[in-house]
Every structure is written in structure tokens, then in C-alpha cells.
């Protein structure tokens, strides 16, 4: 392992460590475009020059391997004076856009303008003209006169999706990043382009104007999209609620997670946010149509249960449901008796593995509710229903009017049913049929542990509060549960995952705390790495 | 140039009449060891631009490779004021293919491109047809291939790892090194990428030997080497002369100053080479002569200036070529190649300032050594140089 | 509306063999380019969309050849290119009175093509025949030693 020195403190690596890297971990910041360590080395920017003994002239840290004994200097005097050089070289043609672009904020020609240029402009010659908010596919816009050529996303059309979409056309002063002229930017994973651009050349077409990033909270959660559990970062918008259209949440953003996504993740999760905001968002409860207190439906809703033969309940949970919210029903059912428990629905047009993070499943804990123990399969819920043998349904977050199962059975099945129970986030359906109603808190609204299905267990944050009288479903069930004569209702949610640990073996090592921000897997489960990206499995040529 | 005013001398037939191949035959008796060392001995030196001890850079290929070993041949003549090579794959082609196949030899390699610019049709064509001479004479494909390779149409494709990039069918972008191309080359395996110039002077040394070649040379650079000479000199064309031929000497040579008569300047080693005024012409034509001098003899391109020459318009010149040849991969030199090319429009055309000669100045200072290749710094030879040494011409252009 | 880009039978075996000549078959593009620009003209964004397939690259990659070199024409260009030199040793000899010679003869900037579709004329850079300045490419063939009646006959023998 190669020992080097850099700014006077002394570090071991990894033997291929490049400069970059092994300066961050002693806290030091070289900085770059062009470098991103996901993608290969591009060695364009210029940007990231260090001074190393030995060597006449400043080279660039990106492409360079810790090597023993070396001795690296990335503050000196021509250092500095080199990346000023290079800051003026990256602003030759730049538009100032600032009151304009999306990216002002957390644009890194900003950033490090004001740390490493703080120069005063000499170009006074009219600038190169280049196309300005060009659609680049349904979710990117492009402002190729802001593009510093930094290739990032190019390389990872090339290297990461495969899709080979981006290119650099042209020569010189004149180069241009662009689609072949009549292609989209369609595949799944357009969006994470506009992360890796340090600038405002690629940006998101949802996020467009809608509000400065310096208003926006950050939370870390997980990706309720599919059962990859995605990391991502919520992003909030507290401080000025008249801007993007009134929406809390504003954009979601890929957290780096080596175990499960890496830097990326995919455009149906990263778009898939919307419904959290959405007019039709259920607020309060409901019965027969009418809006009523959130006390007076559960106490309907303890009444059903109570007053009726557990044979005769059926509940069809959700895979979008935490582990806690599960585990809670899980104790709800063996308090009351109930076996009739089941969470898979089959969707109304089954969905593909793509190629790379999407699963097929869209729900983020199927996972979870098999190692708590919900039976999978509704169907025979749904049978029984249809038989006549259930008095009291209640549906957890599934819009059964329009899944896979025909729309006859389960409208005689619903016919047959004295009680129906409708619990969820949206409006859908089984909301508008069901003649009680209650409001569930979204993903961004609570705290839980999702399990990927791999078997990871992750936790997602409350980024904001839950709207109206929403609860999450361990809140919901546990106040049932207590009303039907079970232990008093736990406060939190890490109290009920300590409970689940206790109660279910996968579950028992882990905590809170031994989850942290990476997740852990459940017991008997191989720890995972995130899946090889399909640009780099074809053989490239060199 | 031995062969260039024969009747014939791009043929086969000719070639062998005055001697030729018979360098291949004696080389094929020496092992690739003493063939390498041969060279190194003659104190042969790039005479593509870079001047790199030809010798020396055949040893970088690594003694434990056992894949594919290429020679690629360097034939995207592109150096403004340069024609040598030209010559040779019209006029003398086999001995470049005879150059080939003694250095595939030395370096172990089976698979040699020669790369000839696009533009070069008549060239192409010519020695096109000695390779297939060469096949049917059972001279290749006994053990080494020859894959003749047109390019497109770009300067920067003479840049070694820049022509790789271009025969590898991507744009002609320079690879970042390390890793050098005698490591990593030509689709992933070690290359060595040699002028056509510097290969036709293989068969001579192995010929006659290290040190006649040595001889006829400097301390530090050996042999003769094709000077071409152009602009306001009475006989341009090349010259072959001994590297320790003076710049004086060689104008002399190609009939002295034409024009006004009175010599301004001299560009030295192809347009990316410092300017010389007329009185810094007693230099020695080799590498180091003209290092020291603080220009570089590049691809001996040798452009005469008259008195009448305005060096602010050919300054002009060379930038909007620099412009237009950056191929636009890392930052310092495509974005300020252009800037400057707009720059020395204005002062040209009369809207410039003085303020503009220092920017120009700085801005290319500031460049120098942080690019991916040396294309930048060939471009600042001509802009500090032009300007520092005829600033008060340029200033004379200027507002203010 | 354009017959559609594709190469014959034996041009497509000749694809095949350039491809073979070199370790990846990547290495064949530039000459497959200059084959499609022989065949067709120029080089639309269906020829690059055909030759992307011939390759296995995206269309992307090829476009992003074609608008790097300066010998693929991206446009229907003239029957015939006049290339003419504006670099330093061709400056010195007069290259300017040359290129406004043809331009004025012709009717056209330099850049585009005359009327008639007979000619384009282009201002270029080096083309490394310094020793007979000023000169130009027409076609294959360098015209060395330029003067205003020379452009004029071969501007005649144009057809």
C-alpha cells in the first residue's frame, strides 16, 4: 500500500488510488470537473493540477496514482496561480447566466471562481454562440453555451447506461455537446446527467425555474420507486412555499450508496415524487363521503374489527408499507386473530427488470413483508371476498378497481363485502368506493426501514410534516391496536423496529443505529454491491 | 534524397537498382536488440517535430509484452511550412517501407499503419502502389503487415497519440499520458509511432553504420535531415543537408532573400516554432542548436520573411490556424485559441488595443504546460514570440 | 426525396475487409467514410446512421467523426472542391489575390458553392506544398504555383 505525503500529512492507500481520492480522505479538496469517480478519466479540465517533488511541471491529480514516497503540494503559489489560470481558460466563453440558470448555487464554476479565480475579466470579444434550451429528451434541457465540455455526460451514456446517446461534435472553441440530430435522450437514466454537470449546461426540465436551491432543506431517504431502495436525498422546499407551484417536495437527487445504486439512479424514482404533493392527496378521514374527525373513523374502524369474527376480516396490506407499519400490522392480526393478511396484488400491466437498477417489483418492501411474516399472495383474499365469506376488507394503498386481478371479480368481490376499508396516500378507486377512508402519511411525511429485495434494510426520514390528519400506518395500527385491547401505542417508529427486532430473527441484529445511512443486510443475507452498470459489460475497445 | 532525381525512383525496380532493400537484407541477419542499438548509437532524432532519440523510444516497449507490438507511421505531414515528407512517399516510398520493415524487426512488431493525410491523394496513391510491389515482391507479408490509412482532414492528427485516437476510427483527440503509446498505444498494445522521415533514415544507418551516421551530424543529433525551405527565398523547396548546417547557410542555399532582398525574420522549425529575427540566423539547424536559441527546429520547416512581411498579419495567420486546428478536448487551448485568434483579428484590422499584446502575452503564458498535448504549446511559440520580439509593429496597429 | 443510403453487395464486402485489417473493427471508419462520401456525395445523418450500424456505434459517435474532420461534407458540396491555401507560406505569396480571384470568378464567398453546382471553394489550411505557393487542392490533385490565369484555365477544364 503506497504511503505519500500531501500538503505535510502522511497517508497510506490503495495501491491505483489516484490523487483526488486520496487527498479527500485527509480532508484536503483538489478541485475538478472533468474527474468524477464513477466514470473513466477524462483528464480534460485541467482544473485539478497538483505540484509533485520530482516532477518539472504541475500535473493533473486525477490521472495520477498515489505512488510511494511521493510528495505532494496543492496549495503552492504556482498551484494557486495555476487553477486561477485555469478558472479564466473555463470562463472565456461562459454566458453569465447566473439570474437565469437553475444552477446557480451549486454551480462549481461559481464555487470555485470565488475560492481559486476572483480575477478580473479580460474578454471583451464577442463570445461563441451556441444552441441555448434545447430538449434533450423528456426530462433534460441543454444550454450547450454553459456546457465546459467536461464530457462527464457523454461518458456516461457511453459507460454507465450504455446508450451511447451524447457526443462532443465539432472542433475547437466550436465544440458541442449534443444528441445525433433526431435522437432522444430516452433511456431510464436520463437524469442523472444533470447531476454529474458541474454547471448549468444540463439541467432538469421539472425543476426548471421552479425555486433557488439555497431555499431547500436536504433528507436523506430511500427511493420508494421499486425494490432496488435507492438512496436518494429529498429535497424541500420550506422557505418559500409560493415557488415551484406550491410543492414541498421539490426534486429528489441520488445519494452515493457503493452497496446499492452507487451515484445513480433511475428516472421513473427520481420523477416519482409528485404524488406526494398531488391535489388528490387524501388529507382526512373519511366515511360515507364526508369528511370526519380522524378519531371518529377509527373508531369505526375498531368497531369492524372488533364486532366481527376474525374469519371474517380479510386485510390486503401494501409492498409499499415499512417494515414497521408491517410488523405493526402483523401484531394487530395475531392480537385479533386475523389470518386473512396478504400484501401482493398483481399491477395492472406487469413491469420489466431493466437492465440495470429498475426491478420489476414497484413497491420498495416486499422483502420486508415476507420476513415479517405477511402472507404474499391476496388473491385467496380476494376469492373469499367474492364468496361472500368476508364482512369487513380493508385495503391498504392498493387501488384494486385497477390491477391485474379482472375488474368483475372485484367489484362482485367488493358487492360482498359488508365493510370496506380503504387506508392510503392518494385518492384512487378503492378511495372513492370504500365508505371509510383514512389518510396515509407518505414516504417523505414518516420514518421507517424499507428491505430491498436483496435484503437490505434501509432507512428513510421525514422530511416534512404529514398533511391533514395523516398517520403513518404503525401510528394507525397501533392506536387499533391499543383500542382492541393491546399495549399502549408506540411513539415512534425506532420503537417499533426495536420490537420487530425482537420479535423476528432476520431482524434481530439491527438497530437504528447499525442501519445508519447505508443500510444492513438481514441475517442470513449476502452483503450486496451495487450491479455492474451495462456500458461497462460490452468490451470496449481500448 | 538519394534517390529523388531518378527516373522512376518511386518503383520497385528502381529502387533496387540503386541499392535498395539490401539495408532490410543485412538487417534481417542482426538480432532486434542490436538493431535498436544500432540507432540509438546514430544518434537518430524524431524529425517529426518532438526531436525524441528515436533509439531510446523503440527501448520503451516492455520487455515482457507478448501481444501485438505496432508501428505506426507518422505520415500527417501538417506543419505549416513543411513538404518533406511529401516528397518522400511520392518520390522515394520504399524507402520508408524499407525503414518499416528494419524497425518492425527491432521492436518485434508483425502490423505496421501508415497514417497519410487526407489531403495527401497523390501521395497515397503512389505509395499505395509500392505496397503492393512490396507484397508481390514477397517482401511484406512474411511476417509483417502494412495497413495504409487515410485521414481526414485535421492538424492535430499529428500529434502521435492524436493520429492513434484517429486510426483507432474516433476524433483525433490526443490521449492523456501517462500511459505512453510504446506501453499503451494503437488499440490498447504497445505502438511506437515514428516520423516517415526518421524511418527513411533507418536503412543508411544499418547500412553504413551508427557511426557514419553519427558523423555527418551534430554532438547530440546525427545524420542529414530535409529542410523544407519556403516564403521569400529565391529556390524554395528541400534542402538535405547535415543537422549542423546554420540557418544562414541553409538560405543561402535556397538562393537567398527574395522580395525586398532584406531578411526580417525567419521561422525556424514549422509555424509552432519561435521566430528568429534576422540577426539570430548564425544557429545550428539540430534540436538542441535551436533549443538553445529558444525556438526548436520541430519539422525543419524553414518560412523566410523579407522586409515587406508584416508580422502582426502573419501572426493573424497562424492564430486563425491554431483556431481552427484546436481539436477541442481540454479547456486552456480550445477556449483561448479562439480568443486570441479574435484578439489579433482586431489589432490587425486596426481595433486593437495595447492592453491586448500583454493579454495575448499572459493569457499564453498562463497555458503553457497545463494541456493534454503540445499543440498549445506550439501555438504560444508564434504568439509571445511574434509579439515580444516586433512588438513596436503590433503597436503601431494598436488604439491605445 | 433521397433514394435510401446503402452500399451495395460488393461494397459491403469491402466493408468487411477494411474492418478485418485492423485489431478493432473500429479502426475502419475513416476510410468507410471517405467510401460513403465517394458513393453518395456527401455524408447525411443517414448515411451516418447507416455506417453506425455497420460499426456497432452509436450514431452519436459517428457524427461526432464526421463533424471533427474537415474532409467530410456534411451538405451536398460542388461537383468539383477548389481548396484553396490561406496558410502562412501561401499568405506570403499571395493566397488573399488568389482566393478573391476566385471568388470574384465564381460568384461565390469562399465557404459555398456556385449556382450551377459546379464548384466549391474553400479556404484551407496548410497543405504542405509550401515550395510552390500559393496553391490549392482541386480534387486529387494539388495545383501548384498559383496565378490569376492558371485558376482561370483550371477553372475552365472544371466541368
Given at each position: 500500500m503506497p504511503k505519500l505525503t500531501i500538503d505535510g500529512k502522511e497517508i497510506e492507500v490503495e495501491a491505483g488510488t489516484n490523487l483526488i481520492e486520496a487527498a479527500r480522505r485527509l480532508g484536503i479538496d483538489i478541485p475538478h470537473y472533468c474527474y468524477h469517480p464513477g466514470l473513466s478519466i477524462a483528464g480534460q479540465c485541467r482544473l485539478c493540477m497538483v505540484d509533485i517533488e520530482k516532477t518539472p511541471r504541475p500535473t493533473i491529480a486525477c490521472n495520477t496514482s498515489a505512488a510511494d514516497g511521493m510528495v505532494v503540494h496543492t496549495q503552492t503559489d504556482r498551484v494557486t496561480e495555476t487553477r486561477r489560470s485555469i478558472m479564466e481558460f473555463h470562463l472565456i466563453n461562459h454566458p453569465l447566466d447566473c439570474p437565469v440558470c437553475d444552477q446557480a448555487g451549486e454551480c462549481w464554476l461559481q464555487i470555485y471562481y470565488m475560492k481559486h479565480g476572483l480575477y478580473d475579466p479580460r474578454m471583451t470579444d464577442e463570445k461563441v454562440h451556441k444552441p441555448k434550451a434545447v430538449p434533450l429528451g423528456p426530462h433534460v434541457i441543454l444550454d450547450a453555451e454553459r456546457c465546459i465540455l467536461c464530457s462527464r455526460c457523454v461518458r456516461f451514456c457511453d459507460e454507465i447506461t450504455g446508450t451511447g446517446e451524447l457526443g462532443i461534435f465539432n472542433r475547437g472553441d466550436h465544440s458541442e455537446i449534443g444528441l445525433?440530430?433526431?435522437?432522444?435522450?430516452?433511456?431510464?437514466?436520463?437524469?442523472?446527467v444533470v447531476d454529474i454537470c458541474p454547471v448549468g449546461a444540463l439541467t432538469d426540465r421539472d425543476f426548471r425555474?421552479?425555486?433557488?436551491?439555497?431555499?431547500l432543506d436536504t433528507t436523506p431517504s430511500i427511493c420508494p420507486g421499486c425494490a432496488r431502495g435507492c438512496n436518494v436525498d429529498v429535497h424541500i422546499n420550506r422557505k418559500r412555499p409560493h415557488h415551484a407551484g406550491g410543492r414541498r417536495v421539490a426534486r429528489l437527487k441520488p445519494r452515493f450508496n457503493a452497496a446499492v445504486n452507487a451515484w445513480w439512479i433511475c428516472d421513473i424514482g427520481r420523477h416519482g415524487f409528485g404524488s406526494v404533493d398531488d391535489p388528490d392527496r387524501i388529507r382526512f378521514a373519511r366515511h360515507e363521503g364526508v369528511d370526519v374527525p380522524r378519531d371518529e373513523a377509527l373508531g369505526l374502524l375498531v368497531t369492524a374489527l372488533r364486532d366481527h369474527a376474525p374469519e371474517e376480516i380479510g386485510i390486503i396490506a401494501s409492498p409499499d408499507l415499512s417494515n414497521e407499519d408491517l410488523f405493526a400490522l402483523r401484531r394487530l392480526a395475531d392480537h385479533r386473530g386475523i389470518r386473512h393478511v396478504a400484501f401482493r396484488v398483481p399491477p395492472a400491466a406487469p413491469g420489466a427488470d431493466d437492465d440495470f437498477l429498475l426491478r420489476a417489483d414497484r413497491h420498495p418492501n416486499a422483502r420486508g413483508a415476507e420476513a415479517i411474516g405477511i402472507e404474499t399472495d391476496a388473491a385467496p383474499i380476494l376469492a373469499r371476498a367474492r364468496a361472500g365469506g368476508l364482512k369487513v376488507l380493508w385495503v391498504i394503498q392498493h387501488d384494486l378497481t385497477a390491477c391485474g386481478w379482472a375488474a368483475s371479480d372485484v367489484a362482485e368481490a367488493l358487492s360482498r363485502v359488508d365493510t370496506v376499508v380503504f387506508t392510503g396516500t392518494n385518492d384512487n378507486g378503492m378511495s372513492t368506493l370504500a365508505p371509510l377512508v383514512l389518510p396515509l402519511a407518505a414516504w417523505v411525511e414518516r420514518d421507517g426501514t424499507f428491505t430491498s429485495f436483496l435484503g437490505r434494510v434501509q432507512r428513510f426520514r421525514a422530511a416534512v410534516e404529514p398533511l391533514g390528519e395523516a398517520l403513518a400506518a404503525w401510528d394507525l395500527l397501533g392506536r387499533v391496536l391499543h383500542a382492541l385491547g393491546g399495549p399502549a401505542p408506540l411513539g415512534r417508529a425506532e420503537l417499533w423496529f426495536r420490537e420487530l427486532a425482537k420479535a423476528v430473527p432476520a431482524f434481530a441484529a439491527l438497530t437504528y443505529q447499525s442501519i445508519g445511512s447505508d443500510g444492513a443486510m438481514l441475517a442470513g443475507a449476502l452483503p450486496t454491491t451495487a450491479p455492474e452498470p451495462p456500458g461497462r459489460r460490452v468490451p470496449t475497445p481500448a | 534524397m538519394r534517390n529523388f532525381d531518378r527516373p522512376d525512383s518511386h518503383t520497385l525496380t528502381a529502387y533496387r537498382n540503386a541499392g535498395g532493400y539490401r539495408a532490410w537484407t543485412k538487417a534481417q541477419t542482426m538480432e532486434p536488440a542490436a538493431i535498436v542499438d544500432e540507432v540509438k548509437k546514430s544518434n537518430l532524432r524524431g524529425l517529426g517535430g518532438a526531436g525524441f532519440p528515436t533509439g531510446m523510444k523503440w527501448s520503451?516497449?516492455?520487455?515482457?509484452?507478448?501481444g501485438p507490438v505496432y508501428l505506426v507511421v507518422n505520415a500527417d505531414e501538417g506543419e505549416p511550412g513543411t513538404f518533406k515528407d511529401r516528397y518522400l512517399l511520392e518520390r522515394d516510398p520504399h524507402a520508408l517501407l524499407e525503414g518499416m520493415l528494419i524497425t518492425a524487426r527491432a521492436i518485434r512488431s508483425a502490423l505496421g499503419f501508415v497514417y497519410i493525410r487526407g489531403e495527401y491523394v497523390q501521395p497515397w496513391r503512389r505509395f499505395s502502389a509500392a505496397v503492393k510491389e512490396a507484397y508481390d515482391a514477397g517482401l511484406l507479408g512474411q511476417g509483417f503487415d502494412v495497413v495504409v490509412h487515410r485521414g481526414a482532414g485535421a492538424y492535430i492528427c499529428g500529434e502521435e497519440t492524436g493520429l492513434l485516437s484517429s486510426l483507432e476510427g474516433k476524433k483525433g483527440w490526443p490521449k492523456i499520458k501517462p500511459p505512453f503509446p510504446a506501453i499503451k498505444g494503437a488499440f490498447g498494445q504497445p505502438t511506437i509511432v515514428n516520423n516517415v522521415e526518421t524511418l527513411c533514415c533507418v536503412p543508411p544507418i544499418v547500412e553504413r553504420g551508427a557511426a557514419w551516421f553519427a558523423g555527418l551530424g551534430t554532438k547530440t543529433q546525427g545524420g542529414t535531415r530535409m529542410y523544407s525551405v519556403s516564403g521569400r527565398v529565391k529556390s524554395p523547396g528541400v534542402y538535405e543537408a547535415p543537422v549542423s548546417i546554420t540557418l544562414r547557410q541553409l538560405i543561402e542555399r535556397a538562393g537567398g532573400v527574395s522580395g525586398t532582398g532584406r531578411l526580417k525574420a525567419v521561422v525556424p522549425g514549422g509555424g509552432s516554432a519561435a521566430i528568429l529575427t534576422a540577426d539570430e540566423i548564425d544557429v545550428t539547424m539540430d534540436v538542441d542548436g535551436l533549443k538553445n536559441a529558444g525556438t526548436m527546429v520541430g519539422s525543419a520547416g524553414v518560412i523566410v520573411m523579407d522586409e515587406s512581411v508584416s508580422i502582426p498579419e502573419a501572426l493573424f495567420v497562424l492564430a486563425r490556424f491554431y483556431a481552427h486546428e484546436s481539436c477541442g478536448q481540454c479547456t486552456p487551448c480550445r477556449e483561448s485559441t479562439g480568443w486570441i485568434e479574435k484578439m489579433v483579428h482586431r489589432i490587425v484590422e486596426g481595433h486593437g488595443h495595447k492592453d491586448d499584446l500583454d493579454t495575448i502575452l499572459d493569457v499564453a503564458k498562463r497555458g503553457g504546460g497545463t494541456t493534454i498535448c503540445a499543440f498549445y504549446d506550439g501555438a504560444i511559440g508564434p504568439y509571445i514570440s511574434y509579439i515580444e520580439k516586433f512588438r513596436s509593429e503590433f503597436e503601431t496597429l494598436c488604439r491605445g | 426525396m433521397t433514394a435510401p443510403v446503402s452500399f451495395s453487395a460488393e461494397q459491403l464486402a469491402e466493408v468487411r475487409r477494411l474492418q478485418a485489417l485492423y485489431p478493432d473493427k473500429r479502426g475502419a471508419l475513416l476510410p468507410v467514410l471517405h467510401m460513403a462520401q465517394d458513393t453518395f456525395g456527401y455524408i447525411s445523418l443517414e448515411a451516418e446512421a447507416y455506417v453506425a450500424g455497420l460499426f456497432e456505434v452509436s450514431p452519436a459517435h459517428i457524427h461526432e467523426v464526421v463533424t471533427f474532420y474537415t474532409l467530410y461534407f456534411q451538405q451536398p458540396k460542388g461537383r468539383h472542391v477548389v481548396a484553396v491555401c490561406h496558410n502562412l507560406s501561401c499568405h506570403l505569396a499571395g493566397a488573399q489575390d488568389i482566393l478573391r480571384h476566385l471568388e470574384t470568378r465564381l460568384g461565390i464567398r469562399r465557404g459555398e458553392t456556385s449556382e450551377d453546382g459546379r464548384v466549391t471553394l474553400q479556404a484551407v489550411e496548410c497543405l504542405c506544398a509550401c515550395e510552390a505557393a500559393p496553391m490549392a487542392q482541386v480534387n486529387d490533385r494539388y495545383e501548384l504555383n498559383l496565378t490569376p490565369e492558371k485558376c482561370d484555365r483550371i477553372l475552365e477544364a472544371l466541368r
Open positions: 445525433f440530430p433526431g435522437q432522444d435522450l430516452e433511456n431510464n437514466y436520463s437524469g442523472n425555474f421552479q425555486v433557488r436551491v439555497w431555499y | 520503451f516497449i516492455p520487455k515482457t509484452h507478448t | -
